[in-house]
RNA sequence: GGAAGGGUGGCUGAGCGGUUGAAGGCGCCUGACUCGAAAUCAGGUGUAGGCGCAAGCCUACCGAGGGUUCGAAUCCCUCCCCUUCCGCCA
């Protein structure tokens, strides 16, 4: 959620930095500033009525204690009708906050300055890239035909069970998912500052809105029933990512500065509706329904929160250089951000069977934007409630990152090699050829 | 799921229709006393919104939402959460 002060303020600069997206929501702006002033002006009035309210029955309590008791009748047909007056306004209020709250809600966050202006990924800057591409001294396969030669995914079995999109992880392969689990919670509560949480799976819609999933997303979530009434249908969704939990933790709450940054690593599956996307690079697990990931979440004074991007960004680059991969850092542009970021680098790790490069991690600052939208803040040094930055960043997405072990550790004998780091936690140096 | 009891400020705990943003205590901050500290004494100590250059003024908030009333922390309704007991269950 943007500041309404600094729409109200700077809307010039709201409506340059809305219009870099390329959405059309600064064409909002200006109904929103109108119902702001509106609604600004129901508040002035009702509540001058209630302060007028207010002296009035205080002065009728007095009568009564008095005995007056005309007198207070008479002062009490007076007062209701202010009363009448003040439910009139509050019903108008009401009204115009709600028409207001919406819009500005719907509003995506502003991008930084150091965002590369541009309509769509095309205009993306890579950053850097790290990691020699491996070379074949034969046609590397996909990881589709490793799965199957090694038997670590069952794609047919998995779509019968839930549909297409759904995979069942098979022997090493299911092995090799949990050992990358283990490897990456350990390597960010070790060597990085997170503290692990295991987050509920399902969030309230309210979780889903501070994150900014929600409204704009809505269609995009697995939506819960409970039960056979269907009473409890959407009061539960199944998450997209554990940042719709984890940045939640501290919803509603003033944490003290000395408290920050809060880091936190959870593993968790995703669930993503994808809806629309059908047909699209389906095969195979590079866009699935259900994925593993394991989510770094920082939230950070504003005054660190770009250093803390730096850092989160560098935790998640880790994983790919302790892994041997070879990946690039992709800033952004304004017309792919998205909805409650302000700046993101995607990382993107090098798959030789598919000749591509698949974005692994999105690691963001939403600056305030989320923080506002779950009213998060945080007590500064001067005592002062300030609203934090929020950031994010996949450390990183597993079926991806298998993709990438596989194509890019695979051997002519089609044994699969797996880096060092990785070894103590599959147990094997590699997956051998059967 | 059933029954009972609860949800009040940073904590504890009163209030049960009127001048209560909320007694008392604890904590915290400032000052006095002290060489210093403790103890003691005095004062202060919530959040959000509106108006204002500011000082400040006003409004709302006692789990959430509705209702009754001139007026609600207090009465009524709905919902949520917590505790205990029972049931069910991995």
């Not at 935790?315 to 690039?328: I, K």
Request: aromatic share 6%; net charge negative.
């Amino acid at each position: 959620m943007l500041d309404i002060r600094l729409l109200r303020h700077h809307p010039e600069r709201a409506r340059e930095r809305l219009a870099s997206r390329g959405g059309g929501d600064e064409a909002k702006l200006d109904r929103i500033l109108e119902l702001d002033a509106r609604r600004r002006a129901l508040i002035t009035e009702s509540e001058q009525l209630q302060a007028q309210r207010k002296r009035a029955s205080k002065e009728i309590g007095a009568l009564m204690a008095q005995k007056k008791l005309e007198e207070a009748e008479r002062r009490k047909a007076e007062t209701r009708a202010i009363g009448d007056r003040i439910d009139a306004l509050r019903k108008e209020l009401l009204q115009v906050e709600e028409g207001f709250e919406e819009l500005v809600a719907a509003l995506p966050n502003l991008p930084h300055e150091s965002v590369p202006i541009g309509p769509d990924a095309s205009a993306n800057a890579v950053v850097r890239e790290r990691g020699r591409k491996p070379e074949f001294a034969f046609q590397p396969r996909t990881h589709l035909e490793l799965c199957e030669r090694l038997g670590l995914v069952d794609f047919t079995r998995g779509a019968k069970l839930a549909g297409s999109g759904f995979l069942l992880y098979t022997g090493r392969g299911a092995r090799l998912e949990r050992a990358l689990i283990q490897f990456l919670i350990d390597l960010h509560t070790r060597e990085h500052d997170y503290t692990e949480v295991s987050p509920p799976y399902m969030v309230s819609r309210e979780c889903m809105f501070g994150v900014g999933q929600f409204p704009k997303f809505e269609d995009q979530a697995y939506a819960v029933q409970e039960g056979l009434d269907g009473s409890t249908l959407g009061k539960l969704y199944l998450i997209p990512t554990a940042e719709a939990p984890v940045a939640n933790i501290h919803r509603g709450e003033i944490l003290k500065e000395s408290e920050l940054p809060r880091c936190y690593a959870a593993y968790s599956p995703c669930f993503r509706a994808e809806a629309g996307a059908a047909g699209v690079g389906t095969r195979g697990m590079i866009r699935v329904h259900q994925f593993d990931k394991v989510e770094l979440i920082r939230i950070a004074t504003p005054e660190t929160g770009y250093e803390e991007l730096e850092k989160l960004t560098g935790h998640a680059e880790r994983v790919l250089q302790l892994l041997g991969l070879p990946y690039r850092v992709v800033l952004l542009c304004t017309g792919d951000l998205g909805f409650a970021s302000a700046k993101t680098y995607d990382i993107e790790v090098w798959a030789p069977g598919q000749g591509q490069y698949l974005e692994v991690s999105s690691c963001s600052n939403c600056e305030d934007f989320q923080a506002r939208r779950m009213e998060l803040r945080y007590k500064d040094a001067s005592g002062r409630n300030r609203f934090p930055h929020v950031l994010n960043g996949s450390g990183t997405a597993l079926a991806r990152l298998f993709v990438a072990l596989l194509e890019c550790g695979q051997q002519p004998d089609g044994s699969v090699l797996l880096p060092e780091p990785l070894r103590p936690y599959y147990g094997e140096d590699r997956i051998a050829a059967e």
